[in-house]
């Protein structure tokens, strides 16, 4: 059975400081990974997108970056956080296009 | 942006009671997923209808899409009080390029 983790399961950083996130996918080999950010009360905003390894396109621009290492790996990063980057990331991934979005627990972020 | 309509925002009904949430779409699509999420977690797929469909269905869940209007409609046959949660809908952008859209998100509560 596929699994996918995210970690950490909460943070909370002071603006300016760095950020990295995680994503670990299980079970499946060469998904299509993605990153997700979810202003409280809001909708799903899609950051990044990876249909392989090395490969990352942006869908946003929110001083954001991610990285696909490996196969299974997401990583979400930046070097300085912004106030407006509070929220809950979530890392989600599917066998192709138009299919099914599995997603993680996600993270919750607060920018203090 | 590829939404048009706002999907309703807060919904409250009576357990038992049948509910129905809709959203529209500007931009021509090949599937609308319906989501659910649960207060602090990922959203889960719940139902999953194609452009050559017109309604699917799936235990108390009905799901249609009229893609002469753009427009999708996810009903709850006798809502109950475990049917609590948020539900967006989502379409692909049909352009191959991995780009998931969520609508605003109907906040479902239902009291018993």
């Known amino acids: 059975a596929q699994t996918i983790h995210q970690w950490p399961v909460a943070e909370i950083k002071a603006v300016g400081s760095p950020l990295s996130l995680g994503c670990t996918i299980k079970g499946k080999s060469s998904p299509n990974l993605y990153w997700y950010w979810q202003a409280t009360g809001g909708t799903l905003q899609q950051l990044f997108y990876s249909i392989t390894v090395g490969q990352v396109e942006s869908v946003v621009q929110l001083n954001l970056s991610a990285s696909r290492p490996k196969d299974d790996q997401f990583i979400l990063s930046t070097e300085k956080l912004l106030l407006s980057h509070s929220g809950f990331y979530l890392c989600?991934?599917?066998?192709?296009?138009?299919?099914?979005?599995?997603f993680g627990s996600g993270t919750r972020l607060t920018v203090l | 942006s590829q939404w048009g309509e706002e999907n309703l925002q807060a919904l409250s009904i009576q357990e038992g009671e049948d509910v129905t949430m809709n959203c529209s779409y500007k931009?021509?699509?090949?599937?609308v997923h319906w989501y659910r999420q649960d207060s602090g977690r990922g959203p889960a797929l719940i139902i999953l209808i194609r452009s050559n469909e017109r309604e699917k269905r799936s235990g108390r869940l009905r799901a249609t899409l009229d893609t002469s209007s753009q427009s999708s409609s996810l009903s709850i046959t006798a809502a109950q009080c475990e049917d609590t949660a948020v539900y967006f809908c989502a379409t692909d952008d049909a352009t191959g390029y991995q780009n998931f859209y969520f609508g605003k998100g109907t906040s479902l509560t239902v009291i018993p």
């Open positions: 931009t021509y699509t090949t599937v």
């Open positions: 989600a991934w599917s066998l192709t296009s138009a299919e099914t979005l599995y």
